[in-house]
């Protein structure tokens, strides 16, 4: 056939795999194999249609045929490059194009495909050498600059050890002035070249560039140059310099970013900024007075750009403000009462806009005659507002005076007194925005928000959960008016989740429809110790399927982020690179994303039988996590705090169980889960070794490279386990104590390596006809029953902790039933989970011959008492959340949520009601769920 | 008084303050990133003392000959921040490098023909109506405001290599066109 014909019967192949069809695509290249069972292109495309339909180990096969041909045409390149990146075999697409650049070296395209390969692996040494040989080669300047970017990410990469760093750098900067055109060609080339300059340091260098017309100009219109620059000149110390070019910018240009007025600020003071040794009394003196000299000057700036944008822009105010703090911490401040006056003249300007109470926050810690003056003043902004920009005010007004509330200030009935006024206050002030499209938000929002934050603060302090009753409907009110306002939404799901109604905090944070990126950083809100509230147990999958969407934007930055990067190369616009590879770290190795692992992993166990498949799974993937440096990108400022100062945050009062979830919190379920899963798996490190496919994850964590795993997994870091609730440390302790007891069981009767791999092979010859590749299989493969050298370890009675615990738990659960809800599902959860954690452990002792081989008859004796002790804690635990349950639903329950008399009765009522059921549901789900456990695991 | 600086890749962890406003799209990562690998320049942030985010702007360049412009693609401001002039400020740098980097004839924005706050806004900025683009927000359906509300204005601002104005036209209002034609 001709290689024509043979193209146009390749291009329905194409075809069907960009439409999806893997399964067409699959068949036709079958078809396509029969005629040329040797042809290249159409194994790799088979390859990747496989990969598409997750048949990863027939792909394997293929795969492997096609790279050992070492092909080097670019469809059949293009084709396996897909096919790599979806197993994630980098490592094997970097050997793939090397080889092929290695057979071609005048293919132009192959050597840049080649440097791709290194960049989406992050090889920056390799990338850094043939970008090299490639601008030797082809003579394009963008080759030179590819060369020196990636000494400089080899030089920012972890895993570059320190002292290497510099040279690295001096490598790039040699490369960078070879260059035969000058950096000025455009702003990327030029930021690249004063990153470098300013990591060595070379200031006069670097003056060079930036004093030549070009680099000002570039600086001139290039942000992201000038904050190289910036950080040059404040690395070489020239603050003077730096404040007269600002000063310039502002007079001149009527430029009013912060950052040439914080310039002119930190150069009015720069004369004290003089390290103590070698200072006399008397030039200390000296310094003083010429900064105060300097500090009039600065003022007669500010006071004129305040004078002339009046309302119009912040700046000058605001600049005033702070130079008089500054004045003030120096010690050059000479007008005790300017401060209040600026402060009093900035609300006059500026407290109609939202923004003015976080201005001033920072300048409202106040001598205490100061202080008087201040809230008199706050106090006197009248409450009686017939515009928006007066209701503005009177927010803002109210606002600090709720920020600088002492300690004594904050009673219970203070805070009721209060938080009757913000209530009385808001439907006062309803009626001015009536007007508006159901679209906008309602300006008087922030005093729904300030009664809700009083209302958590009365929670705090009175334990009764009516208060957060109350917050629920007087915020639920509010989104009846504003209905698009998510400030309000975060509240009530912290609210909802308190309450023990998860449901409707689940409602509220859809209706945010929080999207992309921001399940990184919001998904907490919801999912944060969430197997509290699973019913996976009983087959209601709603949270671990919130759990499974609120990964997938992992996938999509493992899949996307590294084709930026490229696109990034390709257009040269390299300020972006290093911040695009931060980027898909700090995703990549998301703390949420593995705390929310973590949690879809306790709701699995509910659910799911627990067998050897998912426990080797979930070691596996366990213990990559276990081996990240974790980055946290959780937003907690989102939520609208408005406590008093000396008040701990409105983040830090709704935490569920009033503890945070955070690096301790998962390291230790990951130590606790790691070491289960290990001991009840068959799989060690050199059967894993041979069964993983993929490219090994980067060890990024932290850790003494000394210590083996099991030292890792045995480590106790008080710090961490400061951060668990009592009761997840009771588990903690439990698990440890099981752990420790059953270790040397485990290890005896575990299968030897080589039967583990045998049996692996065996299974996926059967799966998919093919051998397993690199394993050989000894001839009489030892099996499960074969006869040991060394007697079986003494039989040994399980430790206190472990025999006690379920009676203790017993005991908590009846001393939480007086608490929150969310207290008696989290006791609940725990038990079941010890329950699962014990069903785990004792998983490898189940079959009657293991058992009797290993002769361990004794040992599984023991076990019984405890299973029969665990069940009937379970069972009785799940009756009471059901009676639990039954109980919130009948007359005696709703009495105890009592609303405000601002409100409609019947609307409150509706809401109670909603509350109930959702309780109702929790506590009978929860209960129910346990009692199918129980059933499962009976025996 | 806040602080002009470039969009970062990692600013999409910061953003949730002005996400979360239903004006406000979050797009996939790749809408961003694929923004900052070509024009970095056009994407900047106005930022808070605190370090909060106020506002940022996505743009880019496009279009071929006497076409060849800056276009604004997202340009947003947090609810608290409105009224402080922000928009303007952050219009005004992505004219300037639209002008002097990129040596466009013009910029020019889509806004909702029932948006007439920001309409004004934009007219005095100097910007004016080039034409009305038919269901160019055709996600809504047609709601309250009728035809307005799913049309768009195609609004341009001339640059300096455009000394006579051809970029713009007194009578753009009336010039409509269908969503494919843009």
Redesign the interface.
Known sequence: MSTAALDRQIRPIYDALDTGSNKSAIVACNKLLKKHPKNELVKALKALALVRSQKVEESLVLCDEVLEEKPTSDAVLTAMMHVLRGLGRHNDMVTMFEEAYKQQPTNEELGVQTFFANVRANHWKSAQQIATRMHKQFQEDRYLYWSVISSVLQAKDASTPKTMRTILYKLAHRMITSSPTPPYLN??RFHLHLSILSELELFDEARKLLDSEVGRNICA????CN?VRRELWKRQGLVREEGERAEKLIKEKGD????E?LAVLDATFDCLVISPTDVAPTTLEDAKKECATRVQETRVLFTRVAEEDGS????GL??LLELEKRARDHGVSEEPTRLVDLMERYFNEIGD???CF??LK?YTLLGSDEHCRWIAFLERVPSMFSSIDGLRRFINAYKFLRHSLTSSEITADTESARVALYAKKYMEALPLGSDL?T?E?QPADDLVLLAGNTFISLWKLTEDDNNLFKAASLLEFALTKSK?S?LVRLMLIRVYRLLGAPSLALEHYRA?HV????H???SHLILSRASTFSLAAMGDLTLATECLESTQ?YL??SQ??G??VV??FT?E?Y??IP??I??ED??ENSLQRDTVKVEHLRMRLTHEPITSDIIDMELIELKFIFDRTHHD?R?F??LPSYQPRISPNLNELTLLLGRPEGHGWLSTFLQVYIRAFQQSSDLDDTVEEKLLIGDRPKQTADYDRHLSLRERLCEQNEEYLKTLTSDELAFVHYARALADWLEPYHDYTRPPPAAVLAEAAKQTELKTGHPLKGIDIPPNGASHGQKKDEEPPAVRDPPELVVKHFEKLKMRFEEVQSKSPVDVLHVATLAQEAYLLFIIESLRFKPASVVKVNKLGGLVSSFKCIRTGAISVLKEISSELIKRADFEGTSEGPKCFIGLEELDPDFVLGLSKKVIDARKKVFEGVGKGLGRITATYAS | MSVLRPFKASDMFKFNNINLDIWTETYGIGFYLSYLSRWPDLCCVQEAPTGRMMGYVLGKAEGSNAEWHGHVTALTVAPEYRRLSLARRMMALLEMVSDEIYKGFFVDLFVRCTNTVAIDMYEGLGYSVYRRVREYYGSLGIGKGGRDEEDAFDMRKPLSRDPNRRSVRPNGREMIVSAHDV
């Open positions: 702003a990327d219109t290039s942000l992201s904050e009013r970013n912060w950052l007025f119009k822009d912040r700046s605001l600049a806009k939202v923004c976080e201005d920072p499209p679209t938000l698009q998510f945010m999207k992309q990126v921001q990184d950083t919001l934007i999509s930055n996307e982020t084709d930026f696109r990034a257009g616009k300020s972006q911040q695009f931060l980027f700090r995703l990108n937003d400022d989102i």
